[in-house]
């Protein structure tokens, strides 16, 4: 049933599979806190490698990876936007662009995963791995942006323990995998 679902989606224009895959994107994020529902991160993301695994191109998965990115971010970032409505009336019109940029930013990252997954195949190992040193990537380019890592869904569970032998991109393989 999911695959005759994720066929007649993709059957669908470019940007509306672009917005589909941004809220599969904003559905992983709701691990984050304050939601912590972590098991929707694992669906969404499973929804993801199923969506990059029918694309018909290296730059529609590349497509595919930033918008999921970017809707992923869009959420689990939304505190980006309380430090400029401290003074509104001087700062709050740099909140919608501070927050848009940050996603396409960070999106990017995912984007460059979901290409590495295309490259590959679809092969579920490969997007681990992509997922994964994109990820790790994210933390340290550009001096890095760490926060709102995928494995930090795990971070009020009894599985946070396997941090201390694999630390968070060891949490965020978990969660791929």
């Known amino acids: 049933m999911i695959d005759a679902g994720l066929d007649a989606v993709l059957t669908k224009r470019g940007w509306v599979q672009a917005l589909i895959c941004g809220a599969i994107g904003g559905v992983a994020a709701l691990g984050q806190a304050p939601f912590d529902l972590w098991p929707l991160t694992i669906f969404a993301l499973g929804l993801l490698l199923a969506c990059l695994r029918r694309t018909r191109s290296a730059k529609h998965a590349f497509v595919l990876g930033w918008a999921a990115g970017g809707g992923y971010f869009a959420v689990a970032l939304m505190w980006l936007v309380e430090p400029f409505l401290v003074d509104v009336a001087r700062h709050g019109w740099l909140a919608p662009i501070a927050l848009s940029a940050a996603c396409a930013g960070f999106g990017f990252y995912w984007g460059v995963a979901g290409w590495i997954t295309y490259l ?3 092969q579920a190992l490969a997007f681990i791995a992509a ?3 994109t990820e ?5 380019v550009f ?4 926060w709102a890592q995928v494995g930090h869904v795990l971070i009020d569970t009894p599985l946070l323990h396997w941090s201390s032998l694999a630390g968070s991109w060891g949490l965020t393989a978990l969660i791929v995998l």
């Open 136 to 140: 790790f990537a994210r933390g340290y």
């Open 131 to 133: 997922f994964v040193l």
């Open 143 to 146: 001096t890095g942006f760490s």
């Open 120 to 122: 590959c195949r679809g």
